[in-house]
Each structure stands twice: as structure tokens, then as C-alpha cells.
């Protein structure tokens, strides 16, 4: 048996038809101030794309950066931001709290994962800085979440004196007193995602192939394991989503990524099963530890990565159909990428170079208007 198979009542997974389209239309973003670069950090404000940080070159010459600006696709116009007061690095989660960018963690040159951040206000072009994490904790590649009022950080990886298995551990910062506290679960968390009454925790270990998701109420102080989902494989591709109304979990094993929904009532259900090269999970365990754009659009899931946008609609069971295309033979394959999701277009920026014999990363972005004619 090959690919996730739901464990129901009649022991049968529904294969998903294509039916619907996705609707793409591509441009080019204008020049903008900063160098190029991949994996720096992104946000998007209501009104504009917040980019900072990131790193370019080999592993002879690799260096980081520690500038920003940010895009204005209404006006198609860049500016620059204000200078952080932190280090240069990648690998940091920055999420957006509705005001303010936070930045936290990464890796610098030299000095392995980091335990400090800074929040950045666009409205007054200012930072200012976080307290450190506790000790120990240093992370690259974690995932961010505001909830509540709180950011709560979870998985990664670290490197250095810093950093001790910090992949087991979440963290929560509240602003108001300044304060971080952290728990720890029993094994490698990959996602997280805020939902109605709580945030979710993706938590996978490779060696026993145990997949568990937690409920965690970080205003209660207070964590339970959801039911086991139900799973045949080790996954090869996870990830996490809230539709609005219940968690999402995609799982790619064998030739089949499974769509599973966890309903108010507590039980799992399969939304159907597609073909694993049509539809790629955000993350990757145990390969590339960036993760790509996933979004939940309001009906269906969106996922942006080298493999192009691909579009699910767990209501209709139905992975629907993309018309217009965009690539490699545009020179812009998004790989290593940093992208956001506006609520009908993805701006994407920076990442490797597809052009052959030109430097490694890009300076340039796209921006995709994604509409859905048949919804």
C-alpha cells in the first residue's frame, strides 16, 4: 500500500477529481532597493510587503544581510526601511501582529543560531528590541504564530552553544510584560498554525515515524494531544492550515499527498486524495527546511513553491485546474524564495538565480493575481 490511506469506517480513501480552475496572471515586480538574496523573512501588512535579512553567496562566500524594505503593490513602488538594531542573519521567522513586524532567531556569520529579536512599526518607520529568548533555545527555520496577543514559536533548528535540541521546544513571548516562557513536547515540531481557540502543533520524529498534533492554549497555559491521525506512511511532505472553521493536515507519502480535516466534534475525516506531484505539502522533514507559502484563500488551499501554484478545495473534494503559467524559461523559478499571500495575489521575492551563468540568488520578484472564475 503506498500514500495515506484514512482509517474510517469502510477503510477507503477517496480519490480526488480535477475539476475548477485557478486562474494566474504573472508580472514582474519593479527594481527594488536591496541586493540580492534568499531566504530572508516576510510579511504582509494589509498594504504592503515587509521584507528583511536573508543571506547570498556560496559556501565560500556566503554573507547575510541586515536591511529591509518594503513593496507597495498598489503604487507598484519599494521603499526602504529603517535600520533593525540586530545582527545580519537568515533562517528568522518574522510574523506580523497586526501592527508590528516581529524578528526573531536566524543564523549569523561565525556566531551559529540566535536568541534575539526586534519588532518593527511601518506606520513610524522604528524598531525596537525583544528581550532574549531563555538560553538554550537559539533557533533557524523555526515557525512563527500570533495568537492572542502572543507569539509563540516552535521547531527548528539550532546551531551552537545556544541552541539545545531546540526543535522540541515552543516558546511564547508576551509583550506586554516582556516575558518569554517555553514547554517542550516529545518530539521535532514542523507547523504550527493559530486557529479559533488555540494553536496547533505539527510534531513528527523521524526515527519512530510518531506523528502527533497538539492543541495548545498558550493564554491557559495548557496543551492536549488531538486524537492520532490516521496515517499508513512516514510522511515525506506536512503541513498545517486552518480553514476558518477546523484544522487542515496535508501529508504526502509514497505516489498520494491525503487532505485530512479534524472536525469540531473531534474526529478525523479524508477530504480525498491526489496525485503527490500535483499537490506538495509546505514542508519537507528532513530536507529543505524553508518552508513554502501555503494559504487558505477561503474556500481552497494554496500552495506556491518551485513546483508552481497549486490549488485544493477539501469542500469539493477537487483539485482544481491552473491556467497561465510562469517558470523557469521566465528566469524566475522561486526557488529558495520568500513569499506572502495578500488575500487574492502572492508576492514573491528573491531566492536562487534560474538564469545559468549569473550569480547564485536574485534581486528580482513576481507578483501573481490568483482568482477563481468558477467559485
Not at 486524537?227 to 511532505?237: F, L, R, T, Y
Amino acid at each position: 500500500m503506498t500514500g495515506y490511506l484514512l482509517v474510517d469506517l469502510h477503510r477507503q480513501s477517496v480519490a480526488a477529481p480535477t475539476s475548477g480552475t485557478v486562474r494566474l496572471t504573472a508580472e514582474a515586480l519593479p527594481s527594488g532597493p536591496l541586493k540580492a538574496r534568499e531566504r530572508g523573512s516576510a510579511v504582509w501588512t494589509g498594504k504592503e510587503m515587509i521584507y528583511w535579512g536573508g543571506r547570498a553567496g556560496g559556501q565560500t562566500d556566503l554573507r547575510y544581510f541586515a536591511d529591509g524594505a518594503a513593496y507597495d503593490p498598489a503604487a507598484r513602488r519599494w521603499r526602504s526601511i529603517a535600520p533593525a538594531p540586530l545582527g545580519a542573519r537568515s533562517g528568522h521567522i518574522a510574523v506580523w501582529t497586526g501592527r508590528e513586524m516581529i524578528v526573531w532567531g536566524g543564523r549569523a556569520a561565525g556566531t551559529g543560531s540566535i536568541l534575539d529579536g526586534a519588532a518593527y512599526d511601518p506606520a513610524n518607520d522604528r524598531w525596537h528590541r525583544l528581550p532574549s529568548a531563555p538560553k538554550g533555545n537559539a533557533r533557524e527555520y523555526g515557525k512563527g504564530v500570533w495568537y492572542g496577543g502572543l507569539l509563540m514559536v516552535g521547531g527548528g533548528s539550532g546551531w551552537g552553544t545556544d541552541a539545545q535540541n531546540p526543535g522540541r521546544t515552543l516558546l511564547t513571548y508576551t509583550p506586554g510584560t516582556r516575558k518569554w516562557t517555553a514547554s517542550t513536547l516529545d518530539h521535532q515540531v514542523y507547523d504550527l498554525v493559530a486557529g479559533d481557540h488555540g494553536v496547533y502543533a505539527l510534531t513528527f520524529d523521524r526515527r519512530t515515524r510518531a506523528l502527533d498534533i497538539t492543541e495548545v492554549q498558550p493564554l491557559a497555559r495548557e496543551m492536549r494531544e488531538l486524537p492520532e491521525p490516521p496515517v499508513d506512511q512516514a510522511p515525506i511532505g506536512i503541513g498545517l492550515a486552518w480553514s476558518g472553521n477546523r484544522l487542515l493536515v496535508t501529508l504526502s507519502g509514497g505516489d498520494r499527498t491525503e487532505v485530512l480535516q479534524f472536525s469540531p466534534r473531534g474526529m478525523w475525516s479524508s477530504t480525498g486524495s491526489v496525485n503527490a506531484t500535483a499537490f506538495h505539502p509546505p514542508i519537507s522533514p528532513g530536507m529543505d527546511p524553508q518552508a513554502h507559502l501555503s494559504a487558505w484563500t477561503g474556500h481552497s488551499l494554496l500552495n506556491y513553491s518551485p513546483n508552481g501554484v497549486e490549488s485544493y478545495d477539501p469542500g469539493k473534494r477537487t483539485l482544481q485546474q491552473i491556467e497561465g503559467r510562469f517558470g523557469r524559461e521566465d528566469g524566475y523559478c522561486g526557488a529558495g524564495t520568500t513569499a506572502v499571500w495578500t488575500g487574492s495575489e502572492i508576492l514573491s521575492w528573491g531566492g536562487q538565480n534560474c538564469r545559468p551563468g549569473v550569480p547564485a540568488q536574485t534581486s528580482e520578484g513576481i507578483r501573481i493575481t490568483v482568482s477563481y472564475p468558477d467559485v
